[in-house]
Structures are given as structure tokens and as C-alpha cells.
């Protein structure tokens, strides 16, 4: 099947073929006739599969023929509203948005934190066809009135498990209360959980299901192995494999911030180039460091997990987990930034013997069982080898809850559940 086939204009084909796009993606060919129906819809497919053109094609098409918000009589207004859950993901939908609405005069803007709040009032006052915001920014900027929702046509509701995952549902239930009865809205996430399912009801009305490949297998184009390596010795391989196999670029991730600006220090140390992106450094930092990674002088970037959702690299050759995360789910999402669109990638996971509970959650949710590879040189202890029965491990699998805390101050912040930090090749191209 051709885009072609999927009712797009002559204009947005043109982009999609200068973009040097071919062959829609299973999720693209449901989505994209199903919003240019103006139905509301909740999509979940795989990371990496192109929901994000599967939403913005369409509703770039939609707007391309209304009232344009420099005509109307009302200033600030925002005809549509993109809610991601992370300032990468939301400057990553924008640039999105900015391409395909490009030839039909889309006028459209990225709000998040981490940035001066004026010069974004400012790109508001004008109105917009097309805004992009992380929920907390969003809030900011309607209490100060910079933004009005009156004529909001579409909503969309983008990575919406890990909008739950941060605890943003208050936020959303709040920024719902602001907008208009009627308009369409788009629900678009990784998994399909009972919170989402619970998530979307009073949000979707009789939405249109669309499910592809809803398990939480990984794709087929990742390879993955698992090497068992005592804790104490993982920096150490992580840095013989990187040399070893002279990937040009990798994603490394670890569990905590502080782990993330350590171990950067000790890959410089071996004269190796990196940088981290993590929640604790300012915009500016972690927009240069996604730049430097994305264009290679950078060559490992370490992040953390509420990251990994925006970083969005063509042709990434190799993810690796220094940590296992608590949360089977984010291991999915983690490895899903490499193998997208089609193309191949090496997802390399660090296992000590500490995390035996991770790892056979990881491995239930995606069901299969992985062989352990030993690196010559780097042969762990013996209880890092074994291979304890399911019964060894809690009943309840991937049930990580933290140690109970007291409720986070401000409003409209939830907190994340399910997570808990230590102390110390040419397929065809999909549009992303």
C-alpha cells in the first residue's frame, strides 16, 4: 500500500516524498484515514513504528482548510493541542509538524519547561494552528492567560502510558476541564494497560481501537543479548565493548541521574566521547547534547528513563542497559529507540546478579527467555550465571513498587509508580 491510497493531499505526498518516505507502516495506514474521518481514536503500537506522522499527517491536512489563527478575531488561539509527556518528545512532534505543515502555511510552536516562559507567550499571542506542550508548561501558560482554547478543534494525547508512568493524569483531567465539549481527540501509546483503558474513558467519545502488535514483544529487527557481568565490572565491559565494536554512536541507559553524570565522567576518562540527558540539567544542555548525539560528535549518550521516549536517532546502531530498569515496560520502550522504521539494531543488556527479579520480568512481558553470552575476560561470579526458577522470584511479576514517600508538593503532580533508584539497513524509511 502507497500513502497515496490513504486520502492524503497532492501537497502533503509531495512532502512525504521528499522526505524520501516510501511505504506507510501498519499503524500509518489505520490511523491516518481514521483521523482524516475526524473520529476520535485510540492507537497503541510499538516505539519506532511512526505513530507520530500516523497522527500529525492527517490533522495537518485537517487544519490546512480551516480558519487560519492569524484571520480569526480572537488572538491565542490554538486550533489544535499536542500533549507529550517530555520536552524531547514534544520538540521532536514539533519538528514533525514543522515539516509536514510546512507547504500548507501551518502555523505551529512547541511550549515545555526548562525555557524562558516570555518569549513563548509571545509565539502565542498571534495564535496558532498547531501547539506542541508538555503538560505542566501548558497549565503555566493558560494561568497566565496566554493561551485560549475556545476554538480548539483536535486534542491529542500523545505516549499516553507514560504520561500515567509520570503521574500527569491530574494534569490531563485538569487541562480537559479547559477545552471544548466537542473536537476530536487522539489517543496514541506504546501499551495498552488497564490505566490506559481507564485513562481514555470521559476523554474519547466511541473512539475507533486501533491495535498493532499491542503485545509488548519487541520488534523482529533487534537483536538482543544479555551478559552476565559482575556489578562492579559493568562500566569496565560497557567500555570494551564500545571500543571493541566502534559503534559510531550508542545509547546507554541507567537507572538514576547520578549514575548517568558518573558514568560519563569514566567514559571521558577512557577518552571516550559522551554526554548524559537526564531530568536534573537545564534545557540548553540536554538540547546540545541530543544535537551533538544525533549529528556524532557525541559518541555514547547515558540517559535515563524519563528520556528515553524523545530520542528519536535515524539508523541508531546499538542501545545498551547498564542497568535493568524496574518497570519490564521500559525495557521495551528503552531498546524500541533503536530497530526503528525498518531498519536493524543491537540492544546489549548488563546483568548482574542482583537483578534476577528485572529480568524475568522483562523476560514474561515479552515472552521469551534470553541466553546468557559471557564476555571472554569478563567472566562474572558464579551466582551470576545461575538460572533461578520463576518460583525464586516474587509471584508477582515486575511489582517494583518504591519504599512509601510523602505525597510530591504542587499541584497537578502525581506520583510515578512502579520505579525505584539505588542510591550510589535499507528498508524502507517510515515517517517517525
Not at 341 to 363: M, N, P, R, W
Not at 386 to 409: L, T
Amino acid at each position: 500500500m502507497s500513502f497515496g491510497s490513504l486520502g492524503l493531499s497532492d501537497e502533503l505526498l509531495k512532502t512525504v516524498a521528499e522526505q524520501g518516505y516510501t511505504t506507510p507502516s501498519s499503524i500509518q495506514i489505520e490511523a491516518i484515514p481514521a483521523v482524516l474521518s475526524q473520529r476520535d481514536v485510540m492507537a497503541v503500537a510499538h516505539t519506532g513504528t511512526g505513530k507520530t506522522a500516523g497522527f500529525t499527517l492527517p490533522m495537518v491536512q485537517l487544519l490546512s482548510g480551516g480558519l487560519s489563527p492569524e484571520n480569526s478575531p480572537e488572538a491565542k488561539i490554538v486550533r489544535a493541542l499536542i500533549i507529550a509527556p517530555t520536552r524531547e518528545l514534544a520538540a521532536q512532534v514539533a519538528n514533525s509538524v514543522q515539516t509536514y505543515g510546512h507547504d500548507l502555511n501551518i502555523r505551529s510552536a512547541a511550549v515545555f519547561g526548562g525555557m524562558r516562559i516570555e518569549p513563548q507567550i509571545a509565539e502565542l499571542a498571534g495564535g496558532l494552528d498547531i501547539l506542541v506542550a508538555t503538560p505542566g508548561r501548558l497549565i503555566d501558560l493558560y494561568n497566565q492567560q496566554a493561551i485560549n482554547f475556545d476554538q480548539l478543534e483536535i486534542l491529542v494525547l500523545d505516549e499516553a502510558d507514560r504520561m500515567l508512568d509520570l503521574g500527569f493524569i491530574d494534569d490531563i483531567r485538569h487541562i480537559q476541564t479547559l477545552l471544548p465539549m466537542k473536537r476530536q481527540t487522539l489517543m496514541f501509546s506504546a501499551t495498552f494497560s488497564k490505566g490506559i483503558k481507564s485513562f481514555a474513558q470521559g476523554l474519547l467519545n466511541d473512539p475507533l481501537l486501533i491495535e498493532v502488535d499491542i503485545d509488548n514483544s519487541t520488534v523482529d529487527t533487534i537483536k538482543q543479548k544479555i551478559h552476565p557481568v559482575d556489578k562492579e565490572r559493568k562500566t569496565e565491559v560497557l567500555i570494551h565493548l564500545i571500543k571493541q565494536n566502534k559503534w559510531p554512536q550508542v545509547l546507554v541507559f541507567v537507572r538514576t541521574k547520578r549514575e548517568a553524570d558518573s558514568l560519563v565522567v569514566e567514559l571521558q576518562n577512557a577518552d571516550i566521547n559522551a554526554d548524559s540527558i537526564h531530568a536534573n540539567r537545564t534545557q540548553h544542555a540536554r538540547t546540545r547534547a541530543l544535537e551533538g548525539f544525533k549529528n556524532e560528535s557525541i559518541v555514547v549518550l547515558v540517559a535515563t528513563d524519563i528520556a528515553s521516549r524523545g530520542i528519536d536517532v535515524n539508523q541508531l546502531p546499538c542501545v545498551v542497559n547498564v542497568d535493568l530498569p524496574f518497570v519490564p515496560e521500559d525495557y521495551v520502550h528503552r531498546i524500541g529507540r533503536t530497530g526503528r522504521a525498518g531498519s536493524s539494531g543491537v540492544a546489549i543488556s548488563l546483568f548482574s546478579e542482583d537483578e534476577y527479579k528485572q529480568l524475568h520480568s522483562i523476560e514474561r512481558i515479552i515472552g521469551r527467555k534470553f541466553d546468557r553470552e559471557v564476555i571472554p575476560g569478563f567472566e562474572p561470579s558464579v551466582a551470576a550465571l545461575a538460572h533461578p526458577s520463576a518460583d525464586d522470584a516474587d509471584e508477582e511479576y515486575g511489582n517494583f513498587e518504591p519504599d512509601p514517600v510523602s505525597p510530591r508538593k504542587g499541584k497537578g503532580r502525581g506520583k510515578s509508580k512502579g520505579r525505584r533508584s539505588r542510591g550510589s539497513n535499507s528498508s524502507p524509511r517510515k515517517p517517525r
